[in-house]
């Protein structure tokens, strides 16, 4: 997408008419025009020259967002500067100039029209009943404020001689069309004088038809407003300016043996930094010396230190709090977290949510149906016998009463205030679009590994046989595992390095595929693995039988270990369910969202985590593709939502309505996913779902107070209720207020609490309806079997019946062969009743079925009627 920075835009009108402009110039697929941030993004193949004569051409600026946009490289820091200056608050000062000296002239020329006419305050004795006098000191005062804020007109007849009248168009209308009927009562009152015409009459015209106050009011207090809605806006962009901040500018690089001080962007891949307490940390990298304490709230939004050693990770403008270290780069410029996060927030606030589009169409059309309003209004007082004065007072009013940028900046604000605020707590929403739409998903599906679950085994039980120790076991089961890379043999390394056990001396090392290791120590033979194989070798006594069943169930895997023919015990591993994994779970179902566990481990495995997580359903045994087939099924009943490591879950993560990455903070660059997770926290998933909806609500609150002011005033400044009548003045406060009410109802999203669940609740009845089926649904279920249970709306099931099973290892090889045949999602296989119950979403091929048994050196004897 290539970024333009757009001037002269005044309302939501404006950005209509470039967004329709720049969408007819050749070669441009999208473009996404912001008045909040005055910058335009495009996609697509079209010359930046003809985009730029495109705005041009309907009456607006054009440029690059920067000159380097034309390069295909770019320094992080000059794309940073950009960035910065984009967001710098150019207008606001300009405002504030203007508004001085308007405010200056005004209190002079309502000191004359009030405190004179009005209550008699005192002026010089030349002007003392001098009406002429008085006039023409009017005309002046009203000239000089009209000529400060003389972009008001300019902007507002340009779009009118293009044929595409914004707001600035309504208030040069009022205000020229206030002082050109003051003009022509000015002359009449000379008229009088030249002929002698009673002082009543002229009197009369003076205090009466006068308009020159409200010529000038019009366009201060517009100025008024625009001011306020500058500086609100200004802080909706806040979060993402502090962010820019944050950005280190030098480095300490060790180059020829010598420590150096460069710019950011001299930092190479590979080169070792150092950097001390209290500094920034300035590229990524991994810490070669020193140990320390790293502040992450940057990224993460968590305000806990991390502490950091030798081989971990650090990130770009986070802080080292406490110790010295070295640490070797390994991403720089924009391929560092910091500055991916920096454009995806940029990216997201460039973009526009759905809902934006209803306000996009009635501000296309508001101005010009306005000014037709306007001339109604004028035509209906003249034709009920009312004086011109009158009509056009009315006629005015409404044309200054009108709004429409409150309609243009009800959702952008909003959006923008939402981003900064899940930048904030570590959670990034690619598009406007996602950030509006995962308030709304109705079903969430889960990976386990990573994701529910840690991703990282670790041993849960020691269970040694009789006349052993825990310890003893350990050392045992630690000799023979530190050969292996598997992971289950690294949780019990690990856990055996955190006692401080030493390990054995070993030889003769073998790992037995699809059984387990042995190996000899000093003068005897050890063996670990399954129960199967470590049974056949050695017999396992019932009450540690039963126990490892038990911790089976539980989703455990034990590993048997034997020594020279007798069993040594059990040591149970399991890749365990974070803390907050089942409180996301709960807050995610009091949301009305139903929950969905998918994953590729066996069914027991995935009862046992599923059970400890809570979730509503379970769907086991599937692979990366089925996966995304199981999401195309849950789509059919709602807005799904996939939650994964956005590498493995790539295909579901497409799919879905709505796909987050968890446990993404040192590649937020997926391009799967939709929204990214910086933290490996699963609350983080409610608390996006809790965003978006308090952003979505927010949007819905703008809306409604844009549409509102806009139904209720101009009826009221055209004289339709009885009673109720507005001058100009007072209609050019209103529309003051309007869009600065807007922004300052967006900033209250700052004081939204992410994280607090006190106040969830379904999102609507349909949402609580789903849920609850969904409960009804696994209860009924309960007693079913397994693949019943994991399949039951969504896949079908059928018996193939297999020749020459004979022990559990058979089981695991019969599954895997029939995994691998397409459409197939899962599969248990009894060697005791010679079945495998195969689920698939697509019916398998027979002969696929026979040829995968087949190869696996297994008897296929047909499928069972």
Same mark, same amino acid.
């Given at each position: 997408?290539?970024?333009?920075?757009?001037?002269?835009?005044?309302?939501?009108?404006?950005?209509?008419?470039?967004?329709?402009?720049?969408?007819?110039?050749?070669?441009?697929?999208?473009?996404?025009?912001?008045?909040?941030?005055?910058?335009?993004?495009?996609?697509?193949?079209?010359?930046?020259?003809?985009?730029?004569?495109?705005?041009?051409?309907a009456?607006?600026?054009?440029s690059?967002?920067?000159?380097?946009?034309?390069?295909?490289?770019?320094?992080?820091?000059?794309?940073?500067?950009?960035?910065?200056?984009?967001?710098?608050?150019?207008?606001?000062?300009?405002?504030?100039?203007?508004?001085?000296?308007?405010?200056?002239?005004?209190?002079?020329?309502?000191?004359?029209?009030?405190?004179?006419?009005?209550?008699?305050?005192?002026?010089?004795?030349?002007?003392?009943?001098n009406?002429?006098?008085?006039?023409?000191?009017?005309?002046?005062?009203?000239?000089?404020?009209?000529?400060?804020?003389?972009?008001f007109?300019?902007?507002?007849?340009?779009?009118l001689?293009?044929?595409?009248?914004?707001?600035?168009?309504?208030?040069?209308l009022?205000?020229?069309?206030?002082?050109?009927?003051?003009?022509?009562?000015?002359?009449?009152?000379?008229?009088?004088?030249?002929?002698?015409?009673?002082?009543?009459?002229?009197?009369?015209?003076?205090?009466?038809?006068?308009?020159?106050?409200?010529?000038?009011?019009?366009?201060?207090?517009?100025?008024?407003?625009?001011?306020?809605?500058?500086?609100?806006?200004?802080?909706?962009?806040?979060?993402?300016?502090?962010?820019?901040?944050?950005?280190?500018?030098?480095?300490?690089?060790?180059?020829?043996?010598?420590?150096?001080?460069?710019?950011?962007?001299?930092?190479?891949?590979?080169?070792?930094?150092?950097?001390?307490?209290?500094?920034?940390i300035?590229?990524?990298?991994?810490?070669?010396?020193?140990?320390?304490?790293v502040?992450?709230?940057?990224?993460?939004?968590?305000?806990?230190?991390?502490?950091?050693?030798?081989?971990?990770?650090?990130s770009?403008?986070?802080?080292n709090?406490?110790?010295?270290?070295?640490?070797?780069?390994?991403?720089?410029?924009?391929?560092?977290?910091?500055?991916?996060?920096?454009?995806?927030?940029?990216?997201?606030?460039?973009?526009?949510?759905?809902?934006?589009?209803?306000?996009?169409?009635?501000?296309?059309?508001?101005?010009?149906?306005?000014?037709?309003?306007?001339?109604?209004?004028?035509?209906?007082?003249?034709?009920?016998?009312?004086?011109?004065?009158?009509?056009?007072?009315?006629?005015?009013?409404?044309?200054?009463?009108?709004?429409?940028?409150?309609?243009?900046?009800?959702?952008?604000?909003?959006?923008?205030?939402?981003?900064?605020?899940?930048?904030?707590?570590?959670?990034?929403?690619?598009?406007?679009?996602?950030?509006?739409?995962?308030?709304?998903?109705?079903?969430?599906?889960?990976?386990?590994?990573?994701?529910?679950?840690?991703?990282?085994?670790?041993?849960?039980?020691?269970?040694?046989?009789?006349?052993?120790?825990?310890?003893?076991?350990?050392?045992?089961?630690?000799?023979?595992?530190?050969?292996?890379?598997h992971p289950?043999?690294?949780?019990?390394?690990?856990?055996?390095?955190?006692?401080?056990?030493?390990?054995?001396k070993?030889?003769?090392?073998?790992?037995?595929s699809?059984?387990?290791?042995?190996?000899?120590?000093?003068?005897?033979?050890?063996?670990?693995?399954?129960?199967?194989?470590?049974?056949?070798?050695?017999?396992?006594p019932?009450d540690?039988?039963?126990?490892a069943?038990?911790?089976?169930?539980?989703?455990?895997?034990?590993?048997?270990?034997?020594?020279?023919?007798?069993?040594?015990?059990?040591?149970?591993?399991?890749?365990?369910?974070?803390?907050?994994?089942?409180?996301?779970i @709960? =807050? *995610? #179902? $009091?949301? +009305?969202?139903?929950?969905?566990?998918?994953? !590729?481990? %066996?069914?027991?495995? /995935?009862?046992?985590?599923?059970?400890?997580?809570?979730?509503?359903?379970?769907?086991?045994?599937?692979?990366?593709?089925?996966?995304?087939?199981?999401? @195309? =099924? *849950? #789509? $059919?009943? +709602?807005?799904?939502?996939?939650?994964?490591? !956005?590498? %493995?879950?790539?295909? /579901?993560?497409?799919?879905?309505?709505?796909?987050?990455?968890?446990?993404?903070?040192?590649?937020?660059?997926?391009?799967?996913?939709?929204?990214?997770?910086?933290?490996?926290k699963?609350?983080?998933?409610?608390?996006?779902?809790?965003?978006?909806?308090?952003?979505?609500?927010?949007?819905?609150?703008?809306?409604?107070?844009?549409?509102?002011?806009?139904?209720?005033?101009?009826?009221?400044?055209?004289?339709?209720?009885?009673?109720?009548?507005?001058?100009?003045?007072?209609?050019?406060?209103?529309m003051?207020?309007?869009?600065?009410?807007?922004?300052?109802?967006?900033?209250?999203l700052?004081?939204?609490?992410?994280?607090?669940?006190?106040?969830?609740?379904?999102?609507?009845?349909?949402?609580?309806?789903?849920?609850?089926?969904?409960?009804?649904?696994?209860?009924?279920?309960?007693?079913?079997?397994?693949?019943?249970?994991?399949?039951?709306?969504?896949?079908?099931?059928?018996?193939?019946?297999?020749?020459?099973?004979?022990?559990?290892?058979?089981?695991?090889?019969?599954?895997?062969?029939?995994?691998?045949?397409?459409?197939?999602?899962?599969?248990?296989?009894?060697?005791?009743?010679?079945?495998?119950?195969?689920?698939?979403?697509?019916?398998?091929?027979?002969?696929?079925?026979?040829?995968?048994?087949?190869?696996?050196?297994?008897?296929?004897?047909?499928?069972?009627?």
């Amino acid at each position: 997408m290539t970024q333009y920075t757009v001037t002269g835009m005044s309302c939501a009108s404006c950005q209509a008419h470039v967004e329709k402009a720049v969408s007819k110039v050749p070669g441009v697929k999208a473009v996404s025009v912001s008045l909040l941030t005055n910058s335009m993004g495009v996609e697509g193949t079209a010359d930046s020259a003809a985009v730029i004569a495109a705005v041009e051409k309907a009456g607006y600026g054009a440029s690059l967002r920067e000159e380097s946009a034309k390069s295909s490289e770019r320094s992080a820091s000059a794309r940073l500067r950009a960035e910065e200056e984009a967001l710098k608050d150019h207008t606001t000062p300009k405002l504030v100039r203007r508004l001085e000296y308007s405010v200056f002239f005004l209190a002079v020329l309502m000191y004359i029209t009030m405190g004179h006419n009005m209550w008699g305050w005192p002026l010089p004795a030349f002007l003392s009943h001098n009406h002429l006098g008085l006039a023409l000191t009017q005309m002046l005062l009203a000239a000089a404020v009209m000529i400060i804020n003389k972009d008001f007109f300019t902007s507002g007849f340009k779009s009118l001689f293009h044929g595409a009248p914004n707001m600035d168009a309504l208030v040069a209308l009022g205000s020229s069309v206030s002082f050109g009927w003051s003009i022509y009562i000015f002359y009449r009152m000379t008229v009088l004088v030249t002929h002698g015409t009673a002082n009543m009459d002229l009197m009369s015209l003076y205090h009466n038809q006068l308009y020159f106050e409200s010529a000038a009011m019009i366009p201060a207090l517009i100025t008024v407003g625009k001011t306020l809605e500058s500086l609100s806006k200004g802080r909706t962009t806040d979060a993402l300016k502090n962010l820019m901040k944050m950005a280190p500018k030098t480095a300490s690089v060790e180059r020829n043996g010598q420590m150096v001080t460069v710019g950011i962007d001299e930092v190479k891949s590979g080169d070792i930094f150092v950097v001390k307490p209290g500094e920034a940390i300035p590229v990524d990298g991994v810490i070669v010396e020193g140990s320390t304490a790293v502040d992450e709230s940057a990224l993460t939004g968590e305000s806990i230190p991390v502490d950091k050693t030798s081989g971990d990770a650090v990130s770009a403008a986070t802080i080292n709090q406490s110790g010295f270290i070295r640490a070797r780069a390994t991403r720089v410029g924009e391929d560092t977290t910091f500055s991916q996060i920096v454009q995806m927030v940029s990216d997201a606030a460039a973009t526009k949510a759905p809902i934006a589009k209803i306000a996009d169409k009635v501000s296309g059309i508001f101005v010009p149906a306005v000014i037709v309003i306007a001339a109604v209004v004028l035509a209906g007082w003249l034709l009920t016998g009312h004086p011109l004065a009158v009509s056009l007072e009315h006629a005015i009013t409404v044309l200054v009463i009108s709004c429409p940028c409150a309609l243009g900046l009800a959702t952008p604000v909003a959006i923008m205030v939402g981003n900064g605020m899940g930048a904030k707590n570590g959670i990034l929403f690619k598009t406007s679009e996602a950030l509006e739409n995962t308030g709304r998903i109705q079903i969430v599906a889960l990976d386990k590994t990573g994701t529910i679950t840690a991703g990282k085994p670790e041993v849960t039980d020691v269970l040694p046989a009789a006349g052993r120790t825990e310890d003893d076991l350990l050392s045992l089961a630690y000799a023979l595992e530190m050969q292996s890379e598997h992971p289950l043999a690294r949780a019990v390394v690990a856990e055996a390095e955190k006692r401080h056990l030493q390990p054995k001396k070993v030889h003769d090392f073998k790992a037995l595929s699809g059984n387990g290791l042995t190996a000899s120590i000093g003068n005897t033979i050890v063996h670990g693995g399954s129960g199967s194989y470590i049974g056949s070798i050695a017999a396992i006594p019932g009450d540690l039988q039963k126990k490892a069943d038990a911790l089976a169930e539980q989703g455990r895997t034990p590993l048997f270990f034997e020594q020279d023919g007798r069993l040594a015990g059990i040591i149970a591993v399991a890749d365990v369910i974070k803390p907050d994994s089942a409180q996301a779970i @709960r =807050e *995610l #179902q $009091k949301m +009305g969202i139903e929950t969905v566990m998918l994953t !590729g481990d %066996n069914e027991r495995t /995935a009862r046992a985590i599923g059970r400890q997580a809570g979730v509503n359903r379970i769907i086991a045994g599937v692979l990366p593709d089925g996966k995304e087939a199981v999401i @195309r =099924e *849950l #789509q $059919k009943r +709602g807005k799904v939502a996939m939650v994964g490591d !956005g590498i %493995n879950d790539a295909p /579901a993560l497409t799919r879905a309505d709505i796909g987050i990455a968890i446990g993404a903070g040192t590649d937020v660059a997926i391009d799967s996913a939709d929204v990214v997770l910086m933290n490996s926290k699963l609350t983080d998933v409610s608390g996006a779902v809790r965003l978006s909806r308090a952003t979505i609500r927010n949007i819905h609150e703008n809306l409604f107070w844009a549409f509102a002011y806009n139904a209720l005033l101009i009826p009221m400044a055209a004289g339709l209720y009885p009673g109720i009548h507005l001058n100009p003045m007072w209609g050019a406060a209103a529309m003051a207020l309007s869009s600065f009410t807007v922004c300052m109802n967006a900033l209250r999203l700052n004081l939204a609490k992410v994280h607090d669940a006190a106040h969830d609740r379904p999102m609507n009845k349909k949402a609580l309806e789903t849920k609850t089926m969904a409960d009804a649904s696994d209860a009924s279920m309960a007693e079913a079997s397994p693949d019943d249970r994991q399949t039951a709306g969504r896949t079908e099931t059928e018996t193939v019946l297999v020749g020459g099973m004979m022990c559990e290892n058979c089981e695991r090889h019969v599954m895997n062969a029939l995994k691998s045949v397409d459409g197939i999602v899962s599969v248990k296989a009894d060697h005791k009743t010679g079945k495998a119950i195969v689920t698939y979403t697509s019916k398998p091929d027979e002969t696929a079925m026979k040829q995968a048994i087949e190869d696996a050196d297994y008897e296929y004897e047909g499928v069972q009627a």
